[in-house]
């Protein structure tokens, strides 16, 4: 059996989380009444949805963008790590802009920002691991790597000696 240690910034993080999505949108509606007081119920009204078209339009331009780089990186043999990551920021961007409210439309329009993304590409770069098909903890592919999966058996549960009966059987081919 596996013990976790849980760390106190773990416990802290965890503890924010809730917090955290509970004040957001408190926080809009208090945006929303202060703008709405400034500029009109109206006015505000068009506002929220003219940052949602903005949205859909930088989702698609700056998306196909970086669907062509990745495709360019795969064609070069190279893993596509960076463009996978900025990639999953404009779609987050771009669920952000979605959301009616002023902070998340804020938070959006900065994650399309190529500056702003590579600031968080540097943060997250030492946190992430790749696995590409036929590398990591399975061997490379050719020696009897079975494409990420590990099949892990007891030692009564496997036998040198062919069974005939076996579904597993290897079928002779002509």
């Not at 989702?59 to 996978?84: S, T, Y």
């Not at 990420?148 to 069974?163: F, H, K, M, Q, V």
């Amino acid at each position: 059996m596996f013990k976790t240690r849980l760390k106190v910034k773990d416990i802290v993080v965890r503890s924010l989380i809730p917090l955290l999505l509970l004040s957001i949108p408190i926080l809009e509606i208090a945006v929303f009444i202060l703008v709405g007081s400034k500029i009109g119920v109206l006015s505000t009204l068009v506002l929220i949805f003219a940052t949602t078209l903005l949205g859909a339009v930088l989702l698609r331009v700056q998306g196909f963008g970086v669907i062509k780089r990745i495709r360019r990186i795969l064609d070069e043999g190279h893993v596509p790590a960076k463009e996978l990551v900025h990639g999953s920021m404009i779609f987050l961007a771009g669920i952000l802009l979605f959301m009616p409210g002023f902070i998340t439309d804020a938070i959006g329009l900065l994650l399309f920002i190529p500056a702003a993304r590579e600031f968080g590409w540097s943060l997250l770069r030492n946190r992430i691991v790749i696995l590409t098909p036929g590398h990591g903890s399975t061997g490379p592919a050719g020696r009897g790597a079975s494409r990420g999966r590990t099949i892990d058996l007891a030692t009564d549960e496997y036998s040198e000696n062919p069974n005939s009966d076996s579904p597993w059987r290897r079928i002779e081919r002509d």
